[in-house]
């Protein structure tokens, strides 16, 4: 990998860092900001080599994404921009997450035969994209219910069609 594209993609790491744009959650993904690579071409980068930025920035935005959500302290709080009373109460949900990951064609082989050790390499090298079936299950929402002594519906709740880039 050339030292020029991982500059580039450290550079769009701290101008997202510093920017006021906030999403509906309150942080934008840094692959979102990245913008399908449109961020590196208007630097003046040609097609092919912002296409490179991107295949690092989809390896680098899991770890950039939870710096930024959660162990960084940012001078400027818009860039974060998560709500003060968010900040002070944290909840816990289980949520069932579909991803899609992105293994070698020799880690799929073994992947489709079950090989656990695999898929754990696969996920902890963040090669994964947050995609398809993603939802709250029934059973969470009533240990929640339990819990915080809330009353919300028992029923598995679905983000399915959701477009996490927006």
């Known amino acids: 990998m050339k030292k020029q594209i991982i500059l580039a993609v450290a ?13 509906e959650n309150g942080v934008e993904s840094f692959e979102c900001w990245c913008n399908d690579g449109e961020v590196f071409e208007n630097e003046g980068m040609d097609e092919a080599d ?33 709500k003060k009373e968010d900040a002070e109460q944290k909840n816990e949900l289980f949520v069932r997450l579909g991803i ?5 064609d020799e880690e799929t082989d073994k992947i489709l035969k079950g090989d656990v050790e695999t898929m754990q390499q696969v996920i902890r090298e963040h090669r994964y994209t947050i995609g398809g079936d993603t939802y709250l ?5 009533e240990i929640y ?10 029923d598995d709740i679905g983000f399915e069609q959701y477009d996490w880039c927006e």
């Open 100 to 104: 899609y990951i992105q293994p070698t």
């Open 11 to 23: 550079n769009q790491i701290q101008n997202m860092m510093y920017n006021d744009i906030t999403c």
């Open 145 to 154: 219910n339990e819990q915080h002594g809330t009353d919300y519906t028992i």
């Open 50 to 82: 912002a296409k490179e930025c991107m295949q690092l920035v989809k390896v680098v935005a899991p770890l950039v994404d939870n710096l930024v959500m959660n162990h960084l302290n940012i001078d400027n709080p818009a860039a974060v921009s998560v």
């Open 137 to 141: 299950p029934s059973p969470a929402i």
